[in-house]
């Protein structure tokens, strides 16, 4: 059994690195450079963040005392308020840090007020947990993005990171320890990743080194299905090359799911890289190797597939349903195995255009560019701004 130990900033045994979690200083300067210049697709893409409802200096928060996800016939779910307002945090402080428009800074810094002053829980069906992290890794790359800001005072910045830990993090390391009151492979990867993601990014906010370490150990080590070791299936030796593909542990549920892990995946090895772990690298580039199969079958080219015993059943075949699924999140493994280490990508890179072909203006976009329900926000996104490093 995996626990964790909560603590706020001054337990850290490690110095961290900040900005740190999905981007650091050196990241912000080049993206800036590129919009500054004008140059493409960078000024295109700040085009499709410019114009999002989001990022809007009128944009209002929305917090509530209590998250609800998952409907218990006694609550009302209200837990778009949100993945809309983390998205929106977090589009506010991307245009400060590359306008240097301190409107930008202070709506965003309304908007995690606005939180920390509010929210006393999460509750609904299990998928509370889903909201724990999903919206806590989310605020807290928002929250991490607006830590150097003058406006945003010491006093305000802990209160949202007491916010994170006791609330977020705390379910999120709930669920991790005990999974609901079921055995570890009770629930799908992307469950245990988004929880992953949110202890990283919380642990990285208020200097926490146990929360992130442990965190960390768990992705590489630990007995459930969002493990590395646990979430790979299958590992083949694609026909015509060398390439290894992994198959992952949702394939034969459905696609949707499936590119939602990869999403999830890009995040926390992002957090991890940015704090000096090479995530991407763990196990001859599991990541990579699972992309490739997942981006391969999305882009309706045939994959072999192993027979999969879920909680629910067994799969038997690849699930075809959502199968093209427009999913936002390889930009940053493409930009990462191609560019940064020039790996081959090249399944992860067709699907990469195939999601911008289908995003307004071509480029990848963010929460509220992807539809309104929550799946449209599971991911930051604006990778093509964010993370690409070649035109």
């Not at 949100?82 to 810094?109: K, P, R």
């Not at 945003?152 to 910045?157: A, E, F, I, L, Y």
Request: charged content about 15%; glycine content about 10%.
């Amino acid at each position: 059994m995996f626990y964790f130990t909560l603590a706020l900033a001054g337990s850290a045994a490690a110095a961290f690195t900040h900005l740190g979690a999905l981007h650091t200083a050196d990241d912000i300067a080049r993206v800036k450079d590129h919009v500054d210049a004008g140059d493409e697709p960078w000024s295109t893409a700040f085009t499709l963040l410019m114009e999002n409802d989001h990022a809007q200096l009128s944009y209002e928060p929305n917090a509530v005392e209590v998250i609800t996800r998952g409907s218990t016939g006694t609550n009302t779910e209200n837990y778009s308020n949100a993945y809309q307002d983390a998205a929106a945090a977090y589009q506010l402080a991307l245009e400060w840090l590359i306008l240097g428009n301190d409107s930008y800074a202070d709506a965003s810094v309304a908007i995690l007020n606005d939180w920390s002053s509010t929210l006393q829980d999460i509750n609904g069906t299990s998928d509370m947990f889903l909201a724990a992290g999903l919206y806590g890794y989310q605020f807290a790359n928002a929250a991490e993005l607006m830590s150097t800001y003058s406006g945003w005072s010491d006093d305000d910045q802990s209160a949202f990171g007491v916010m994170l830990t006791d609330i977020f993090a705390n379910y999120s390391r709930l669920f991790l320890d005990d999974h609901n009151g079921n055995d570890e492979y009770h629930y799908y990867a992307n469950w245990d990743f988004c929880n992953i993601a949110c202890l990283m990014a919380v642990g990285i906010f208020t200097d926490n080194d146990t929360m992130y370490s442990q965190a960390v150990d768990y992705f590489l080590t630990g007995p459930s299905n969002g493990a590395l070791p646990v979430f790979a299936i299958a590992n083949y030796t694609e026909d015509g090359s060398t390439k290894t593909l992994m198959q992952g542990q949702e394939a034969g549920r459905d696609q949707g799911h499936a590119t939602l892990d990869f999403a999830l995946l890009g995040v926390i090895a992002q957090q991890g890289y940015n704090q000096g772990d090479d995530l991407f690298a763990s196990y001859t580039n599991e990541i990579l190797n699972g992309a490739e199969y997942e981006a391969k079958y999305n882009v309706n080219e045939s994959v072999p597939y192993t027979t999969y015993d879920s909680y629910e059943g067994t799969q038997s075949v690849i699930s075809n349903e959502s199968r093209g699924d427009v999913r936002p999140g390889f930009e940053l493994l493409v930009a990462h195995y191609s560019d940064l280490k020039g790996l081959n990508a090249s399944w992860s890179a067709e699907y990469r255009d195939y999601v911008n072909e289908n995003t307004e203006l071509d480029v990848e976009g963010g929460g509220g560019d992807y539809g309104s329900n929550s799946g449209g926000y599971d991911y930051l996104g604006y990778g093509t701004l964010m993370y690409r490093l070649s035109a």
